[in-house]
């Protein structure tokens, strides 16, 4: 068990801990020099079971609550310290009101000093705590009045001690290893030493474990848990590590990192959380306000943006996101701290949702709502809370474990027991509801559905006006996604920039299909060759400029046939060999160009033609132009293969 000090300044933290343990915390200079203590302290004491207590003693000093706060994650039970005499002052209550917000509520008062006051004096400081305490999650707890210097009432705080470790449940711990570091420093003839409270997990020595949030990979190659040599360390404790890695330098690593095991490494410069704004603050807390985030041992500058309203009254909490001034590691359900700009008040605190959050979208309703289900209890009832919401979302599976700390084992029961369907995306893959994107995939062909039967003479819509006109909207990835899907299971095809339904044809009307049924044989006799248009015209004196056009345009608009100039209109067979053709002739260039004159030459195409045609080129993206000549850009058979006339 790990027991913190906490309390105003010179109330006898540091004394009550040496009158317990045998112990002066107070181990630097200045702290010898000035008496009071500058940074924490430690010390462990062995208990008659065979367990060892370790005590965290913190700083008192108004200006050295950032040192406190580095001390105060992973303490389990607390002995708040108030001088009999003083009775409770200004850091009585802002390391009260700390230790409520990370949620501690084990713990014990000690009346200190003792034997400085009366009996009367000891009933009414007894009283004053006992409203302070009132409001917060240590409401009843014991109170032990004591003196360090005679030793007076000592023992029934001992006898409270011991019998808090017995209680202590057995550590539930199924998360992957984490300690804060709050201390670095060289040791001759060792190297580097880490020390901190283990948040969660196991390590051994021997283990390969990662400095986060820099990711950088470190041995461990011997141990101290609570003080004692060991080969291993877990939860609950303090660790000292001696960390081994080639080239690793003390100034690799900082109070406020972590030592992690490697999957479960996480950086973050943005922060959903839900933050609680202490009662007794005199102003709302308005958006954008700087402050200090204190998470784990570590500091870090930040900015407040609100998310559900623009202020935060004092004693209400509310869903922010932190923008922070650097990276640190953060999980979910971590609880911190938000003080001041300046450093000189405690403002609120909170605990993280989602440790990975996005800037985009950050108030929309979805979003609020997805940060509503990682408020659940536990990983399986989120990620159902979270698959649950419209329109699908998905869930990023390898961050939500990271986020969640669970490893292999935890993740896969978290997945056997959430139904759901994965979805390869990138490097990852995202979690939908079964039967999720079969909805959306249903509304997208509906959309077209519709758009066919309202417009037959259109040969679809673009992806963006699809989207818009979907009933359900998912995400860009996910659309894409389904787009792509849909395209190879042949539901949905490619028709240009458009898509379209399989099956969605052009329909021409009689008149239009006698008309092409006379024009087509003599585009097509020519092969690569077409006819121009008013040669074509010219060969039957009844056919009308306007009529041709249109059915030519209305063709072009479903890839029947691609109008390379005005003056020339091409079967995508004869398309596709001219590409092909074009493209082995870059391929033989030594500069892997396409030249017209070759082109032309190579082919005998006419001069009206040669030149339109690779400007159709460059135009529909199949060749690119620059100083040396026209790069090919695509492959001729992607572009135009496969495809044929109406
Ligand atoms: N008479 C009396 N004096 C005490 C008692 N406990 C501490 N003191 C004295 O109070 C002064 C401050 O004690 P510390 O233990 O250094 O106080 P602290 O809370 O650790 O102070 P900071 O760490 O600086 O916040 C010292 O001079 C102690 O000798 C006590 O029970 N009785
Ligand atoms: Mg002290």
Excluded at 71 to 85: E, F, K
Excluded at 186 to 212: F, N, P, Q
Excluded at 405 to 416: G, T
Aim: with cysteine.
């Amino acid at each position: 068990m790990i027991v913190g000090t906490a309390g105003h300044i010179d109330h006898g933290k540091t004394s009550l801990v040496k009158a317990l343990t045998g112990i002066d915390a107070d181990r630097l200079k200045e702290e010898k020099a000035r008496g009071i203590t500058v940074d924490l302290g430690f010390a462990y004491k062995p208990t008659a079971d065979g367990r060892i207590l370790g005590f965290v003693d913190v700083p008192g000093h108004e200006r050295l609550v950032r040192n406190m706060l580095a001390g105060a994650t992973g303490i389990d039970h607390v002995l708040l310290v108030v001088a009999a005499d003083d009775g409770p002052m200004p850091q009585t209550r802002e390391h009260l009101a700390i230790l409520d917000l990370l949620g501690l509520t084990r713990g014990a008062v000690v009346l200190t000093k003792c034997d400085l006051v009366s009996a009367a004096r000891l009933d009414q400081v007894r009283a004053e705590i006992g409203q302070l305490l009132g409001p917060t999650g240590l409401a009843g707890s014991d109170v032990f009045p004591v003196s360090n210097l005679t030793g007076e009432g000592m023992a029934a705080l001992e006898q409270h001690l011991l019998r808090a470790q017995q209680e202590q449940a057995p550590v539930l711990d199924d998360g992957l290893f984490r300690l804060a570091v709050d201390r670095c420093f060289t040791l001759a003839g060792i190297g580097t030493v880490v020390t901190g409270t283990a948040v969660s997990g196991r390590v051994a020595v021997g283990d390969r474990v990662m400095v986060s949030p820099r990711k950088l990979p470190v041995r461990v190659r011997g141990l101290h848990a609570q003080n004692r040599e060991a080969t291993h360390g877990q939860a609950g404790q303090r660790l000292a590590l001696n960390l081994a890695a080639t080239g690793l330098e003390k100034s690799d690593i900082v109070r406020g990192d972590w030592i992690v095991a490697e999957a479960a490494s996480s950086a973050t410069r943005r922060i959903d959380a839900r933050v609680r704004l202490l009662s007794g603050e005199s102003r709302e807390l308005a958006h954008w306000t700087p402050v200090h985030l204190h998470l784990g041992a570590s500091d870090v500058g930040a900015r407040v943006v609100l998310l559900e309203k623009p202020t935060l009254a004092p004693g209400a909490s509310a869903l922010v996101q932190l923008e922070l001034d650097r990276e640190i590691s953060a999980w979910h359900g971590d609880r911190f701290i938000l003080r001041d700009q300046s450093a000189t008040r405690t403002l609120g605190g909170g605990v993280v949702l989602d440790p990975f959050a996005s800037a985009t979208q950050r108030r929309k309703p979805l979003r609020l709502a997805t940060l509503a289900a990682l408020e659940s209890p536990t990983p399986e009832a989120a990620l159902t809370a979270q698959l649950a919401l419209e329109p699908p979302a998905g869930v990023d599976v390898d961050s939500f474990f990271v986020a969640w700390n669970l490893p292999a084992a935890r993740r896969q029961a978290v997945l056997s027991a959430v139904a759901h369907r994965s979805l390869a995306d990138g490097s990852g893959s995202r979690l939908f509801a079964p039967g999720q994107l079969e909805r959306v995939a249903a509304s997208l062909t509906q959309a077209l559905a519709a758009h066919h039967e309202q417009q037959p003479d259109s040969p679809g819509l673009t992806p963006a006006l699809l989207q818009k006109q979907s009933v359900i909207k998912a995400r860009a990835a996910v659309f894409n996604h389904l787009l792509r899907e849909l395209i190879a299971a042949g539901t949905l095809q490619r028709a240009g920039t458009c898509l379209r339904l399989a099956g969605h044809e052009v329909s021409l009307r009689p008149n239009e299909q006698m008309l092409w049924e006379r024009l087509r044989p003599w585009l097509d006799e020519g092969g690569i060759h077409p006819p121009k248009l008013s040669d074509l015209l010219a060969r039957d004196r009844t056919l009308h400029r306007n009529q041709v056009m249109h059915l030519l345009e209305k063709l072009g608009r479903f890839g029947k046939i691609y109008a390379v100039s005005e003056e020339y209109f091409v079967q995508p067979q004869h398309l596709h060999a001219l590409a092909q053709a074009a493209q082995k002739l870059a391929q033989a260039d030594p500069h892997r160009r396409l030249n017209v004159k070759d082109l032309r030459e190579s082919l005998g195409l006419s001069r009206h033609l040669s030149l339109p045609l690779v400007e159709f080129f460059d135009q529909i993206g199949f060749t690119k132009r620059d100083p040396e000549g026209r790069k090919i850009r695509r492959d001729a058979t992607d572009m135009f293969g496969g495809q044929t006339s109406a």
